[in-house]
């Protein structure tokens, strides 16, 4: 994939700020395709920019809804607890991950949270690591801004400064350009709305402007009326309240939980990663577009690596 050097802005009825215009220039190799026909057909694939094209226009004015692959038989408990992936059934899940997955806080059921300690081998090593100067670099980095080089690429240097930071960029950003999108003015409306993400790393605390920006992509009038678009909005929206909540829950609850994890059944860790991800929109995004809701629930419940449990970094 070839992205454009030097991207175009124009003003649009959504967007006083740049756009992404310019990746109408973008070009798709096929160079992996032997492989993918492994797994599918290559009718069956989406286009990068796939709010254009006559099946789809055709499809947005008789309102039917494309299917991509063929829906996979696993994902039991997943089909069973996302259902049709309709936004209803996303915000019931994200309700429940906040009423009962984080009800192991409550003092009725302290016994549900577990004492996370390294054995002595790891402790030993981890300590070793340290000590030879490998450590970790602090998630403050990534407030940073990207290097000049890599925004000047994208044409990306008058953006907001909340999104040029080397987490939104290499976060939201890279992902919306490896996605895709209906076409290339939704591609950065998308982008700012998975921004929404970055709530749990106190961005509205340290980039004034992060809040008007995502509010200008969740009623991106245009946005909201491509496939997908409107449901990925909604969804966004419960996501940013659970966000909220489980901050709310930390603020009053992490004096008393350092080095504690609460234990969960699996149908409980399904749900509650689930809305962890943080990533809702892009979730109902993709299921409305036709994609297997169990599957696209499991990608991301799998998507949290927990990384912090042996985290070298001090």
């Known amino acids: 994939m070839a992205f454009p050097c030097n991207c175009t802005y124009h003003r649009q009825n959504s967007w006083s700020k740049p756009s992404l215009n310019g990746l109408k220039r973008l070009k798709v190799e096929n160079s992996g395709a032997e492989s993918l026909q492994v797994l599918t057909t290559p009718a069956e694939l989406p286009p990068y920019f796939w709010g254009q ?3 789809y226009r055709l499809a947005r004015i008789f309102r039917l809804k494309l299917r991509h692959g063929t829906p996979h ?3 039991c408990e997943a089909r069973n607890l996302i259902w049709d992936g309709a936004v209803a059934d996303i915000v ?3 309700r429940e991950a906040a009423e009962d997955g984080y009800s192991s806080l409550s003092s009725s059921i302290t016994p549900g949270l577990v004492q996370l300690r390294l054995s002595p081998g790891l402790e030993r090593w981890k300590e070793d690591q340290q000590l030879a100067g490998k450590v970790l670099p602090t998630k403050g980095s990534g407030l940073t801004q990207a290097s000049p080089s890599i925004l000047d690429m994208f044409g990306a240097g008058d953006w907001p400064e909340a999104m040029k930071t080397n987490n939104t960029f290499f976060g939201c950003g890279i992902a919306s350009l490896l996605i895709g999108a209906a076409d290339p003015a939704t591609l950065f409306s998308n982008y700012v709305t998975d921004m929404v993400f970055y709530y749990e790393h106190g961005y509205n605390h340290v980039f004034p402007e992060l809040e008007p920006l995502i509010e200008r992509g969740l009623t991106d009038r245009h946005a909201k009326r491509t496939p997908g678009g409107l449901e990925r909005r909604s969804a966004v929206l419960v996501g940013k309240g659970y ?3 489980k901050i709310a829950l930390e603020k009053k609850h992490k004096s008393h939980l350092k080095n504690q994890s609460a234990r969960f059944d699996r149908r409980t860790a399904q749900i509650v990663f689930f809305a962890d ?8 995004e993709s299921v409305a577009r036709g994609f297997d809701p169990a599957a696209v629930m499991s990608d991301l419940v799998f ?3 927990g990384t912090d449990v042996v985290d070298v970094g001090r």
């Open 53 to 55: 094209g006559l099946r």
């Open 73 to 75: 038989t696993g994902y």
């Open 92 to 94: 019931a899940l994200a």
């Open 243 to 245: 966000i909220q909540s």
């Open 277 to 284: 991800s943080s990533l809702l929109g892009m979730a109902a």
């Open 303 to 305: 998507s949290s690596p």
